[in-house]
């Protein structure tokens, strides 16, 4: 296929190098050389957390940029996010040990109902590939579920998904419930699904609709920034 | 010669049935519960569902089998239920068929697994076409005269749905949703898709588009179907419009008469077994059939035409020839 002799030696790369090559490792689903690389920076003395920021969190923005413009599809994100799972692995351990700031916590799952789960499944591996802590509740998940679970894990984000016209509307009893027990601003509420639009997600009291996991994460970031700041 | 083949042979266009979904959660059904299950336990309901389609001029309609694979029943705790529930849904099409006073096509639906296919979801081809063949035994031993494998993404799927008809050797027909900027959201284009239907050992009887986003994006793919050349029958079954929330409930946006246009330029763009998708009731399918009949055959609609007449498409393109922004230039690999 491509000529060897082009194969590039990750360790005789500088650093800034280094990263740009793992940007487009992560984007072609290398896992073991995004492996590799993660072990160089941390022998060159590299925060785990600027490891996950600079070279894997930015890698997938890049491939979240593709996917949400078409130019990327679901079997390249899903291979990009292996090799970005790949590199997690090692440094999670890592960041728990250094105290280094998390993204975020959130909890997803398709709503009452609703067993179509491809979507949320991508939505939580892009999640994690950006750098957020997943708590998947898997499909159909009854009000008291998603609550229980935002409690529990003290998340700042609950995640929704619909497949179906017929269980979008849930959507909005899980937010009337949040209401009711007046917990509603204490997260963030994101909703996602092949049917929505803005337009529903506004009408049922959300923060947010996403239209894809590449938009899910840049929306889930820009609030969790709003949040921290406002946190002081 | 089968059914299909036989009407295929004698007449231009054939007009294919609306939504399932839609229609059985009018008559009831509650959101998560497996429409399959009906087959058994309210025959009357799906007779009815069956009976609509027919009495608004449908030469075909789809069995309600779409989610019958072990893959989703298993989400019921029903995995043991398949062959019982595909024969069901086929005996009660083939009594209202049988009916109908017309030659008409009982069409045995085959949804996706949900499933990712190896080696980036579990999904292996071995088990996937030992799921496709259970279900497909179950609609023919009801008395399914085709198979429909329908609202399929992946072209590994679709092929090892083709395997399994093929152990059964049933006569078929396959259509893939482009639903993501113009493609599957595995990301397959229409005429990939042509060339994969083409290289496919038992070609189905007629390949296409079903579902998707609107009826302009699925006009687009279908005049991409045809562009390639692709020597079978077109199929087009597009969504009648796009959902909206409107007071608390869901409403499709497209009206009878939105559906009766797409009809005809679908028709005029090369398809030739026409029907609706998610949202399409009886009252579009009576649109769609008199549109038909009354329309002359004229020239395929230009994308300004379809925007006209239509709306807008979800993208600029629709994926075909070259990418709208190449793929970034990498250092290592080009």
Redesign the interface.
Known sequence: ??DQE???ILDELDDGELV??MH??L??GMADEISEAVHILLKRGWTPYDILTKALVEGMR?VGI?FR????????V??AA?AMKKGMHILKPLLVETGAPQLGKMVIGTV???????GKNLVAMMMEGAGFEIIDLG??NPVEDYIDALKREDADILGMSAL???????M?TVIDTMVEQGIRDDYIVLVGG??L?E??GK??GSDAYCRDAAVAVETAKEFMARKHNQAG | MDLLSRLLNERDWLMADGATGTNLFNMGLEAGEPPELWNIDQPDNIRALYQGAVDSGSDIFLTNSFGGTAARLKLHNAQDRVRELNKAAAELGREVADKAGRPVVVAGSVGPTGEIFEPLGPLSHAEAVEMFEEQAAGLMEGGADVLWLETISAPEEYKAAAEAFANLNAPWVGTMSFDTAGRTMMGMTSAAMVEMVQGVENPPLGFGANCGVGASDLLRTIQGFKAANPGLPIVAKGNAGIPKFVHGHIHYDGTPELMGKYAVMVRDSGARIIGGCCGTMPAHLVAMRKALEETPAGPAPSDEEIVAALGGFSSDSDGTGDAPVAKRVRRRRK
């Not at chain 1, 413009?69 to 390249?76: A, C």
């Not at chain 1, 179906?164 to 849930?170: A, C, E, I, R, V």
């Open positions: 296929m491509s082009d194969d590039l740009l090559q487009d490792d984007y072609d890049i593709d413009d078409g130019i990327l599809f679901v079997p390249e899903l291979l292996g009452k109902g609703d067993i179509h789960d491809i499909i159909n179906l016209t017929t269980t979008m509307p849930y909005k092949a049917p639009n337009e529903f009408a049922i």
